[in-house]
T-cell receptor, first 116, second 114 residues
């Protein structure tokens, strides 16, 4: 069965510094996708970045990059130059493309607090 | 930019009452989902819907739950007889295709069962 593990319940980072949020996953499938979503205190889910299992390069979207290490089954999110508005809950998620549907399986999340 | 909308944003209901949560997915999307997030916990998959039928449901999605796409634009989640433990944020999401990598989430409906 698929599983996403986020071992950091909470993280602090100083404004303008970089931070890495950890995510490991477990799947027996060869074709899958990995996602990061941001959930601010207002509650909505905001898509940040995606990495496909066959993508050879790490995904980047502005200040977000995904450190994908396939052999270690990890997909860590790196936020560079943290801003106060980055304070939020961050969820790692996975989608199995070999299944009957493309539901997302989420981790338990990491609460990031950016300090001035 | 097109977006998924959900109404109401907050619903308070008494235990045992029926509730209908409404979603309007992005117009050219074909795959629709409901997820649930109990306060302080992770987001959990409830059900996926394609071609006017359920394609997958989780064990949470028991006989008290049903989904419907009544008119080609709305996508609804009905809880027949609410329980206290149904209190959660309910997210609707949609995607264009099976292999589309992004699911677009709505803003959520916070359901409070008293």
């Amino acid at each position: 069965a698929q599983k996403i593990t986020q071992t950091q319940p909470g993280m602090f980072v100083q404004e303008k510094e970089a931070v890495t949020l950890d995510c490991t996953y477990d799947t027996s499938d060869q074709s899958y996708g990995l996602f990061w979503y941001k959930q601010p205190s207002s509650g909505e889910m905001i898509f940040l970045i995606y990495q496909g299992s066959y993508d050879e390069q790490n995904a980047t979207e502005g200040r977000y990059s995904l450190n994908f290490q396939k052999a270690r089954k990890s997909a860590n999110l790196v936020i560079s130059a943290s801003q106060l508005g980055d304070s939020a809950m961050y969820f790692c998620a996975m989608k199995d493309y070999g299944g009957a549907t493309n539901k997302l399986i989420f981790g338990t999340g990491t609460l990031l607090a950016v300090q001035p | 930019e097109p977006e998924v909308t959900q109404t109401p944003s907050h619903q308070v209901t008494q235990m045992g009452q029926e509730v209908i949560l409404r979603c309007v997915p992005i117009s050219n999307h074909l795959y629709f989902y409901w997820y649930r997030q109990i306060l302080g916990q992770k987001v959990e998959f409830l059900v996926s819907f394609y071609n006017n039928e359920i394609s997958e449901k989780s064990e949470i999605f028991d006989d008290q739950f049903s989904v419907e796409r009544p008119d080609g634009s709305n996508f609804t989640l009905k809880i027949r007889s609410t329980k206290l433990e149904d209190s959660a944020m309910y997210f609707c999401a949609s995607a264009y295709g099976h292999s589309s990598y992004e699911q677009y989430f709505g803003p959520g409906t916070r359901l409070t069962v008293t």
